[in-house]
Nanobody
Framework: QVQLVESGGGLVQAGGSLRLSCAAS????????VGWFRQAPGKERDFVAA????????WYANSVKGRFTITRDNAKNTVYLQMNSLKPEDTAAYYC????????????????WGQGTQVTVSS
């Protein structure tokens, strides 16, 4: 099991940027696939991006491809989500999650979750 804490959310104007961080505790963090998900009020929790344990493979939702970049620093036990060209429809609570199996875009397949960080994009 790994404990996750997100940070970096906030209020930004459309077209702006934010970088979210997901800090993990646990010596085996480097063996986890980490995903970012987001959830707007009244909506399902949607996949945003995921990164392999080594950082060598990444996956993105079509809605964020080309605008968001997921990276990780295993020495710092941290995964980042760089979000550029933000749009009002990116407004949501953003969560990071971890699993020891392969990557998945289904939030049901992740067992460890952070508490979330709010991102609000104004038009």
């Amino acid at each position: 099991q790994v404990q996750l804490v997100e940070s970096g959310g906030g209020l930004v104007q459309a077209g702006g940027s934010l970088r979210l961080s997901c800090a993990a505790s646990g010596r085996t963090f480097s063996s986890y696939v980490v995903g970012w998900f987001r959830q707007a009020p009244g909506k399902e929790r949607d996949f945003v991006a995921a990164i392999s344990w080594s950082g060598g493979n990444t996956w993105y939702a079509n809605s964020v491809k080309g605008r968001f970049t997921i990276t990780r620093d295993n020495a710092k036990n941290t995964v980042y989500l760089q979000m550029n060209s933000l749009k009002p429809e990116d407004t949501a609570a953003y969560y990071c999650a971890a699993r020891t199996a392969g990557p998945s875009s289904s939030h049901y397949e992740y067992g460890d979750w952070g508490q979330g960080t709010q991102v609000t994009v104004s038009s």
